[in-house]
């Protein structure tokens, strides 16, 4: 018994012996955790105590016309919070049709299109934001907004994805595209009086084609239950995607609500850049309308009057390199930045490539926006030109011969590639950027519609 005694003794002091151990563990790992946070927080003083160095810099150059002029005519700089110039009737069609719907808590489907460069995707923000505001302030019905691209989706299928992680409180739940479409059905065609209104942007929908057109059918026909609570607005490049893509009948049955962005004009487009350049002497007004009138001949585009505006002022301050304060940008300014986008040795072998060749630089565009990097790899660029030749009837070519034409494009410098990686994972990028490469395709026909698909 005695033996005993001491055996449970001897084990009631190992217990307390591993307690005090743990314990002690423990306390070194919380003191160990306040140092390490006091570490954090003294690195974060000085980020916060070297702050005012970086505002006096931005502030030294935003000092500098120039470079203020080139930042306000970046697409960065739009101001989402009003409606962009020259497109306020838009704006308050969109609004009208959002709130009305959104207030009857009903469900509906506006189909907005124009050629690229009108401001419809920029419009629709600009619209949810506003909504958004007045919905936290009390003054519009709870409403989810949800964003769609389908330029960053890897398959049409994928949207089905994306608008279930939208819907659902768990937005980190992962579901197949089937399950996501068996959810979505759903949803959105059994009655859920109390549902609140779920308003999506689908851009880019000219992506979402497919041979079945299941995806593009099934998006637009859930607003047309009356229960579902969905708005959708939808945006294309093309304004008879519904008419080519649904039979007739069943175009007029989906009841969609249309709304075009014509090309920029002449006048509209000298109003635009006016505004980006308010309070900002850089800019002759003959530069400004020569500018204007050579984009509204072209294609009405307002993103490539923002790109010649910019490399104009580059040219300016080349020319005067040692006042810049005599810095005034000039009608040759933008008539030798108009040629040089179109006139360079790089720009006319891409104008002159063959058809394929073109189908390959634009899938490597294609590649390069989904993933929003300035670089792909070829097996990407693969995916996007098999889903071009899918799309327009072209009879893809095979993998070798596209291996070659990759080969091709590279010793002619329009790209760059890696050679050190495998066939198949070997990086890709352009020799230029990929503004010049649409601009140089803008003039050919038969990449007019690919380009559509792609800005």
């Known amino acids: 018994e005695e033996e005993e005694d001491e055996e449970d003794t001897m084990r009631k002091r190992g ?23 006091k570490k954090r927080a003294s690195r974060k003083l000085r980020v916060k105590l070297s702050a005012p160095h970086s505002s006096s810099h931005r502030q030294h150059n935003a000092t500098d016309p120039v470079t203020q002029a080139r930042s306000n005519l970046t697409m960065a700089s739009v101001d989402l919070t ?3 110039p020259c497109r306020e009737e838009e704006f308050v069609s969109i ?18 299109s124009g050629v690229p460069g009108t401001g419809k995707t920029a419009t629709i923000r600009a619209v949810a934001s506003m909504l958004k505001e007045d919905r936290d302030s009390g003054l519009l019905r709870p409403f989810e ?6 330029m960053a989706l890897t398959s049409p299928q994928q949207a089905y994805v994306e608008l279930w992680q939208g819907i659902a409180l768990n937005k980190d739940a992962r579901v197949s595209p089937a399950r996501a479409l068996e959810l979505l059905t759903n949803r959105f065609t ?13 851009d ?14 099934n998006l637009f026909d859930w607003p047309t239950y009356s229960r579902s609570h969905l ?21 007029s049955r989906l009841g969609l609500e249309r709304l075009t962005f014509w090309p ?13 350049l308010e309070g900002i002497d850089v800019f002759t007004s003959e530069a400004i309308e020569l500018c204007a009138r050579k984009v509204a001949a072209r294609n009405g585009d307002a993103r490539r009057a923002l790109t010649v505006c910019q490399r104009a002022a580059d040219m300016a301050r080349e020319d005067h390199k040692d006042d810049e304060k005599a810095i005034k940008v000039q009608i040759h300014h933008v008539n030798d930045a108009v040629n040089e986008m179109t006139s360079s040795p790089l720009l006319v072998c891409v104008q002159h490539s063959a058809m394929h060749e073109k189908l390959f630089i634009i899938a490597v565009v294609a590649a390069c926006r989904s993933s929003g990097f300035e670089e792909t790899t070829l097996r990407d660029v693969r995916k996007q030109y098999f889903k071009l030749c899918r799309k327009y009837g072209h009879t893809a070519l095979s993998t070798s011969m596209l291996s070659k034409v990759c080969t091709n494009l590279a010793s002619s410098r329009i790209i760059v590639t890696d050679h050190s990686a495998l066939d198949s994972l070997q990086k890709i990028r352009f020799n230029c950027t990929q503004e010049e490469i649409l601009l140089a395709l803008s003039d050919e026909l038969a990449a007019q519609a690919f380009q559509r698909d792609l800005e």
């Open 264 to 276: 920029y004009t002449y006048e509209q487009l000298v109003t635009i850049l006016n505004h980006r």
């Open 231 to 251: 708005v959708v607005v939808a945006v294309a490049n093309t304004m008879d995607l519904p008419e080519r893509v649904f039979a007739q009948r069943v175009s």
């Open 145 to 150: 907004y949800i964003e769609v691209n389908g």
């Open 204 to 217: 880019e929908v000219d992506q979402l084609y497919t041979k079945k057109q299941d995806v593009l059918y």
């Open 15 to 37: 217990k307390a012996g591993k307690r005090t151990r743990k314990t002690g563990g423990k306390s070194r790992r919380r003191n160990g955790n306040e140092t390490a946070t």
């Open 82 to 84: 009003n409606a962009l």
């Open 190 to 202: 059994h009655p859920r009086p109390q549902a609140r209104s779920i308003v999506v942007l689908l």
């Open 95 to 112: 609004v009208d049709f959002v709130k009305q719907k959104v207030e009857e808590n009903g469900s509906g489907c506006m189909f907005v």
